[in-house]
Nanobody, 118 residues
Framework: VQLQASGGGLVQAGGSLRLSCAAS????????VGWYRQAPGKQRELVAG???????NYADSVKGRFTISRDNAKNTVYLQMDSLKPEDTAVYYC?????????????WGQGTQVTVSS
């Protein structure tokens, strides 16, 4: 199983980006997925999460601006980011709990850079 994060880029403050986290492979199901970010000199933090049943949670700093969703048919989780601020600048990572016949495993995507200019 591989996890591929994409969709980052450079955007002006107030703009939008949509990140994607796609899982590929066979014989698995995706359970809880989280989007994390890490800014230079800071610890990695949870931005948003979504359960296998669709329940969501958000960091206070992004509530009302970011929306996490999932398309189970495509094994993909999205993070819609609106009203972006310079302080949202970071490398964004997705993490997925994946259930395989052998057990449950945690996978990380490779990270995608989001830069918000003022």
């Amino acid at each position: 199983v591989q996890l591929q994060a994409s969709g980052g880029g450079l955007v002006q403050a107030g703009g939008s980006l949509r990140l994607s986290c796609a899982a590929s492979g066979s014989g698995f199901s995706i359970r809880t997925v989280g989007w994390y970010r890490q800014a230079p000199g800071k610890q990695r933090e949870l931005v948003a999460g979504i359960s296998s049943g669709g329940s969501t949670n958000y960091a206070d700093s992004v509530k009302g601006r970011f929306t996490i969703s999932r398309d189970n048919a495509k094994n993909t989780v999205y993070l819609q980011m609106d009203s972006l601020k310079p302080e949202d600048t970071a490398v964004y990572y997705c993490n997925a709990g994946i259930l395989r016949p052998q057990g449950r495993y945690s996978y990380w995507g490779q990270g995608t850079q989001v830069t918000v200019s003022s």
